[in-house]
Protein backbone atom coordinates (compact mmCIF):
# COMPACT_ATOMS: atom_id res chain seq x y z
CA UNK A 1 0.00 0.00 0.00
CA UNK A 2 2.75 2.43 1.11
CA UNK A 3 4.30 1.57 -2.70
CA UNK A 4 0.70 3.01 -4.29
CA UNK A 5 0.65 6.13 -1.82
CA UNK A 6 4.43 6.97 -3.28
CA UNK A 7 3.67 6.84 -6.62
CA UNK A 8 0.41 8.67 -6.07
CA UNK A 9 2.68 11.14 -4.42
CA UNK A 10 5.57 11.50 -7.15
CA UNK A 11 2.43 11.67 -9.91
CA UNK A 12 0.94 14.36 -8.39
CA UNK A 13 4.34 16.32 -8.03
CA UNK A 14 4.95 15.58 -11.47
CA UNK A 15 1.73 16.97 -12.69
CA UNK A 16 2.13 20.19 -10.58
CA UNK A 17 -0.51 19.56 -8.00
CA UNK A 18 0.35 21.65 -5.01
CA UNK A 19 -1.69 21.50 -1.55
CA UNK A 20 -1.79 23.74 1.09
CA UNK A 21 0.96 22.95 3.74
CA UNK A 22 -1.91 23.11 6.46
CA UNK A 23 -4.04 20.11 4.45
CA UNK A 24 -1.27 18.21 5.00
CA UNK A 25 -0.52 18.44 8.61
CA UNK A 26 -4.36 18.14 9.13
CA UNK A 27 -3.86 14.80 7.01
CA UNK A 28 -1.04 13.61 9.44
CA UNK A 29 -3.12 14.98 12.91
CA UNK A 30 -6.16 12.63 11.29
CA UNK A 31 -4.08 9.87 11.03
CA UNK A 32 -2.27 9.71 14.19
CA UNK A 33 -5.77 10.42 15.33
CA UNK A 34 -7.21 6.76 13.91
CA UNK A 35 -4.39 5.09 15.08
CA UNK A 36 -4.59 6.48 18.32
CA UNK A 37 -8.15 5.57 18.74
CA UNK A 38 -7.51 2.19 17.84
CA UNK A 39 -4.23 1.30 19.98
CA UNK A 40 -6.59 2.49 22.86
CA UNK A 41 -9.59 0.57 22.15
CA UNK A 42 -11.68 4.07 22.44
CA UNK A 43 -15.21 3.09 22.15
CA UNK A 44 -16.22 6.92 23.32
CA UNK A 45 -15.44 9.73 22.21
CA UNK A 46 -16.84 13.06 24.01
CA UNK A 47 -16.40 16.26 22.62
CA UNK A 48 -16.51 19.28 24.44
CA UNK A 49 -17.32 22.83 23.12
CA UNK A 50 -18.32 20.57 20.05
CA UNK A 51 -19.29 24.17 18.39
CA UNK A 52 -21.38 22.70 14.83
CA UNK A 53 -19.62 19.02 15.20
CA UNK A 54 -16.49 19.38 12.79
CA UNK A 55 -14.49 17.36 15.23
CA UNK A 56 -17.14 14.58 15.55
CA UNK A 57 -17.64 14.52 11.68
CA UNK A 58 -14.11 14.19 11.10
CA UNK A 59 -13.61 11.55 13.57
CA UNK A 60 -16.66 9.86 11.73
CA UNK A 61 -15.01 10.51 8.63
CA UNK A 62 -11.84 8.51 10.28
CA UNK A 63 -13.37 5.48 10.42
CA UNK A 64 -14.46 5.52 14.09
CA UNK A 65 -17.92 4.25 14.85
CA UNK A 66 -18.69 3.77 18.36
CA UNK A 67 -20.39 6.61 20.45
CA UNK A 68 -19.79 10.26 20.22
CA UNK A 69 -21.02 12.32 23.22
CA UNK A 70 -21.27 16.47 22.30
CA UNK A 71 -21.69 18.81 24.74
CA UNK A 72 -22.28 22.81 22.90
CA UNK A 73 -24.11 25.35 25.57
CA UNK A 74 -24.43 28.14 22.34
CA UNK A 75 -27.72 27.63 21.30
CA UNK A 76 -27.24 28.64 17.51
CA UNK A 77 -24.42 25.95 17.36
CA UNK A 78 -26.26 23.42 18.88
CA UNK A 79 -29.04 23.71 16.34
CA UNK A 80 -26.36 23.05 13.74
CA UNK A 81 -24.84 20.28 15.55
CA UNK A 82 -28.35 18.36 15.90
CA UNK A 83 -28.28 18.52 11.96
CA UNK A 84 -24.79 16.90 12.27
CA UNK A 85 -26.09 13.64 14.13
CA UNK A 86 -29.81 13.62 13.42
CA UNK A 87 -29.39 10.34 11.15
CA UNK A 88 -26.28 9.09 13.35
CA UNK A 89 -27.83 6.33 16.47
CA UNK A 90 -24.59 6.15 17.97
CA UNK A 91 -24.12 10.28 18.08
CA UNK A 92 -26.13 12.34 20.80
CA UNK A 93 -25.83 15.79 21.69
CA UNK A 94 -26.24 17.96 24.82
CA UNK A 95 -26.72 21.32 24.68
CA UNK A 96 -24.92 22.67 27.83
CA UNK A 97 -21.66 23.03 28.75
CA UNK A 98 -19.70 20.80 31.07
CA UNK A 99 -17.96 22.17 34.46
CA UNK A 100 -17.08 21.62 38.11
CA UNK A 101 -20.40 22.22 39.15
CA UNK A 102 -23.74 22.32 38.48
CA UNK A 103 -25.76 25.48 37.35
CA UNK A 104 -25.84 28.50 34.92
CA UNK A 105 -23.60 30.68 33.42
CA UNK A 106 -22.85 33.25 31.07
CA UNK A 107 -20.87 32.64 28.22
CA UNK A 108 -19.47 35.53 25.80
CA UNK A 109 -20.63 34.67 22.53
CA UNK A 110 -18.90 36.30 19.51
CA UNK A 111 -20.51 35.89 16.36
CA UNK A 112 -19.35 34.96 13.45
CA UNK A 113 -16.49 32.87 15.53
CA UNK A 114 -18.38 31.13 17.92
CA UNK A 115 -15.48 28.64 18.61
CA UNK A 116 -13.57 31.82 20.59
CA UNK A 117 -16.30 32.41 22.83
CA UNK A 118 -15.68 32.06 26.15
CA UNK A 119 -16.90 32.95 29.97
CA UNK A 120 -13.89 34.77 30.68
CA UNK A 121 -14.42 38.39 29.45
CA UNK A 122 -13.01 39.73 26.23
CA UNK A 123 -10.00 41.77 27.16
CA UNK A 124 -10.69 44.07 23.77
CA UNK A 125 -14.00 44.93 22.43
CA UNK A 126 -15.75 42.52 19.92
CA UNK A 127 -18.30 43.89 17.61
CA UNK A 128 -21.62 42.09 18.16
CA UNK A 129 -20.25 40.12 21.01
CA UNK A 130 -23.14 38.93 23.28
CA UNK A 131 -23.70 37.34 26.78
CA UNK A 132 -25.98 33.77 26.69
CA UNK A 133 -26.43 32.13 30.02
CA UNK A 134 -26.22 28.37 29.18
CA UNK A 135 -26.52 25.69 31.30
CA UNK A 136 -23.47 24.23 33.48
CA UNK A 137 -23.74 20.29 34.61
CA UNK A 138 -20.48 18.34 36.00
CA UNK A 139 -19.61 15.34 33.89
CA UNK A 140 -20.33 12.70 36.83
CA UNK A 141 -23.81 13.88 37.30
CA UNK A 142 -24.30 13.05 33.72
CA UNK A 143 -22.75 8.90 33.69
CA UNK A 144 -25.77 7.12 34.82
CA UNK A 145 -27.35 8.32 31.55
CA UNK A 146 -24.30 8.23 28.77
CA UNK A 147 -23.83 4.73 30.42
CA UNK A 148 -27.24 3.62 29.70
CA UNK A 149 -27.28 5.37 26.15
CA UNK A 150 -23.83 3.97 25.30
CA UNK A 151 -24.91 -0.09 26.62
CA UNK A 152 -28.23 0.42 24.38
CA UNK A 153 -25.95 1.16 21.63
CA UNK A 154 -22.58 -0.56 21.93
CA UNK A 155 -23.24 -3.53 24.32
CA UNK A 156 -20.04 -2.91 26.21
CA UNK A 157 -19.13 -0.83 29.09
CA UNK A 158 -18.30 2.99 28.51
CA UNK A 159 -14.75 4.15 28.45
CA UNK A 160 -14.32 7.32 27.03
CA UNK A 161 -11.79 9.76 26.11
CA UNK A 162 -11.75 13.34 23.77
CA UNK A 163 -8.53 12.81 22.50
CA UNK A 164 -8.28 16.72 21.70
CA UNK A 165 -8.42 17.27 25.47
CA UNK A 166 -10.42 20.28 26.38
CA UNK A 167 -9.84 23.23 25.62
CA UNK A 168 -9.98 24.97 29.46
CA UNK A 169 -9.64 21.28 30.86
CA UNK A 170 -9.63 22.27 34.48
CA UNK A 171 -13.69 22.58 35.08
CA UNK A 172 -14.17 19.63 33.09
CA UNK A 173 -11.65 17.64 34.62
CA UNK A 174 -12.71 18.54 38.32
CA UNK A 175 -16.12 17.92 37.04
CA UNK A 176 -15.38 14.28 36.45
CA UNK A 177 -14.73 13.29 40.15
CA UNK A 178 -14.62 9.28 39.70
CA UNK A 179 -12.08 10.09 37.01
CA UNK A 180 -13.37 8.15 34.02
CA UNK A 181 -12.35 10.23 31.44
CA UNK A 182 -9.22 10.10 30.52
CA UNK A 183 -7.70 13.55 28.81
CA UNK A 184 -5.11 12.28 26.13
CA UNK A 185 -2.73 14.56 24.51
Known sequence: MSTLVKQLALRSIAAGV?????SLGR?????????????????????VGANRGQFASEVRGIGFTSQIF????????????QAGFAGDAKWKGFQMALGDADGETELNVIPGL????????????????????????????LWPQLEEDHE????DGLHAGDPRGPREEGAFVRGD?????????
Open 70 to 81: SFEPIASEFAQL
Open 114 to 141: TVMSSILEPKSRWPGVHAETVQVRRLDG
Open 27 to 47: FQELAYLKRLLEDLHVNCVID
Open 152 to 155: RHSG
Open 177 to 185: RDRRVRVLR
Open 18 to 22: QLPDA
